[in-house]
């Protein structure tokens, strides 16, 4: 019994009842090359802030109002109908920007799948039902029979997140399980022999998974197509606009050692006192400590020393070195020099490993026995408090530094922390470790004069 | 060592192995390796599980399946090869038996030949060497529960803390099995200190990581680190119904009669030090500290005293003037910090992960990873388990017999074996010749279709 119809009448009335697209297909209309470039940054304004309210790990119902707020202030055309061509447009430009590398599509697979998640969520339900037609989505609607079978379960799920069932004519979806992997993962569904119950309320997720999984795709085919053909053609026209407009935005990835240099093994010791963020000074410590680390904290570390400046045969160096009191250097050898040499590209597909960013490290889930992580987000209160005080930050920045823990604005009290250790500020905020680092030098370099 | 001094080596050591049967020393050895290899270890039956019912018999049997599969060894001197491939089980055997492997990993099923991955990835920009299929695979090592046991550490393991990696084994196979509806599914002992566990239903193997990743997290109730105190949160006013199954049908029990009096989690102020601070009200806790340094002496009486001071905790927590929520779900969080799976997700959420394939041999403990009967896991001991120098006196003294089918049936590999066969491949290939089957029919039916028209 399929209980999803098309509401959604062929043709006449589609805008009418959704103005949300699905971007199957690029728009056949004129653009000036002057609304090409404006559109896209306008889009990017909004991407960009909810790539920043999903690194301050933003609730739900907070991102649900950045995500209006961001389209309000720079999606809306004068023209009322010219809203909807400026939101198709700068999407398949921004296509175009970010299809490129495999970092980048991620990045914007992301957060435009973040973007449609919440503007799904303002349309109506008939709007929504329409949208769900649209993706002809494998669902069946659980008959009264099943519904009796499986009520428990259902109202034992709906109870475990604090709600309670809707009343007795509550539709659920029976799907595969793979299809909302989302609502798998946080246990929001009831799962049986395979087949997961999705209420009504829960159908984002569907059409979330759906949306993603065609955008993945379409980028892929988008790439494909602009460096077999499209860069040529249009050299002189967007390709210069086009490569220009992902750099303003993402930031560096700090994957090769700045201006700052090289280190050897011999500065860590110094730089992690001065110049290690507070994450990374965790790390360091804990394998002196310890003499050893997880695979999470050796790659946070690692990676960030890469960037930093140290080189392979260093990095083999140092770890080998502090793994020494408890790992053999045969050991050594044999289980971790390959996942290190990894990390630089010369070992399996030899990819050159970009350091982690503060989103990645905030977004991370460190378990048992693991120090990786964000310390603002992952520390207890006073884990956090103790580690300031090692620092030296005084007892009053830390409860400035703390009460945006609370807040959870886990960067904006890394900067806290980076201007109380420093003494200056830092209006940038901090973005990335090895931003940390950079900054951190040049604001000691310029301190004691030039420092070799 | 060239093929065939490999081979007369092997077949030296037997016959001195014969004229001194008892003199075979404990332990790993890599001529003993050599002798595994070539009589023991199932290389057919491997061959066949990783074809997955593409032998070639079937017209609409996929022909280069197998030959995309990643193998990797290690061999004696630590050399790693990484993307190895076999095409037969002829070519597999023999390149086992040439390079006597100290361990075998398996990897995923790439889009192609792994072997001739540079080849491909001569062609341009795309990414065409990649991961298609890969069983979805479990990983739980002792070695992460240091913080609740306090008899061994490490990758130590005696009887007294293995039950974990049975429980594990319980509420894991179970939640895969009724809720995410598998039904191919081996557990293999790895050989020293833990459990692993492949997938293998073709809904499995075609699993993305996005996916794998979801089902990981389903499994995840740790969400503490290192450098936060609690380990555990069960939030809301009720458990998931996998969780809730999982704590009445495993947890509960196994931690009262079990843990608790064989870990003496309550016993001294150290251990249960520890318990305390898992209740969110510190006067609560006080309450039971006080309680439990008062009658340190006094508790001459013959019940153990972790049951009763575990039965003290749970009815000052759970006694009617404990209104919070918190504190009522303290006794569930205690018990499943103590005793709930710990995984390695990161082992499950990537299709590129490598995994010990069963049947290797550990080369620090010398026991062969064979598979466990989930159904029988409580009977399963890793002390009994059969080790390369046990197999190889076993051999010498049934060396003459010659009505045994196979060289494995004289020996206490015999058992693992046969159970791999019938009770993990024979299903699981059934299935895979009916899946393949369909799959023809549905293509058959959907080129007639085409042709009528």
Redesign the interface.
Known sequence: MEVVQSHRKPSSNNVAVSTLPLYRSAPLLEVRLEDFELFAMDRLRVLKGISDGLGRGKKPEEMEKLVADLWKANMRHPQANEEANKDIISHFVLRLVYCRT?ELRKWFLSMETTLFRYRFRFESSEAQRALMSEFKLPCKAVSNAEFESVKD?LG??A????QTLAAADAIFYKVP??EV??L????RV??????AYVAMNQVVSLVVTQFRSYLSKAL?LT??KW?STVREHEKDRLAPIVEALCTSYLGPDYSQPNEAGEISVKDIDHFAKTSFPLCMR?LFEKVREDHHLK?GGRMQLGLFLKGVGLKLDDALAFWKAEFAPKVSA?RF??EYA?NIRHNYGRE??RTDYTPYSCQKIISS???????H?C?YR???EE?LKAALVRMGVSSRAVEDVMDKVRNRHYQLACTLTFEAVHGSSCDAGINHPNQYFIDSQKILQSKNGSVA | MTKEEAESGRDDMVIDGDEKANAVPEGFDANYLRIYYGKLFPHADMFKWMSYGNDGKHPACDRSYIGRREFSFTLEN?I?I?FQSFNSVTELENSIKEKCPFKIDIGPVYSVDPAKRHAYAQG????V?TPVERELVFDIDIT?Y??VRYCCTGADVCLECWPLMTIAIKVIDTALR?????NHILWVYSGRRGVHCWVCDG?ARR??N??R???A??F?V????????K?ISL??????????RSYTEVLKGFFEAKMLPNQNLLSCQERYEKILEMIPDASVASELRGRWQENKRASMSKDDINLVRWEQLKSVLQSGKQKTQGLRRCVEEVVFSFTYP?LD??VSKHMNHLLKAPFCVHPKTGRVCVPIDPNNCDEFDPTTVPTLSQLVKELNRGGLRQDAENEWDGTSLGESVKFFRTSFLQPLLKSCKEEIESSYNAKLQQSKNTLNW
Request: net charge negative.
């Open positions: 495999e379960k034992q799920v109870r475990s997140m604090g399980f793979e992997p989302e798998v993962a946080g246990r009831f799962i049986y022999k395979g087949h892929i790439n494909r460096t965790h695979h045969e050898d044999k390959y399996g597909k889930t460190p378990g048992v026995g693991d120090h992580g310390p992952h520390f207890s884990n | 630590d790693y990484r341009g920009g795309d990414n060497f992460d240091d913080d009724d809720d995410f509806g598998f809904k699993l993305t996005e996916q990743a979801a089902i997290d389903y995840r740790y969400k503490g680190n290192e450098n936060s105190h380990k939030p809301g006013p009720v458990l998931h119904p996998f969780l809730a710990r997700m990161e």
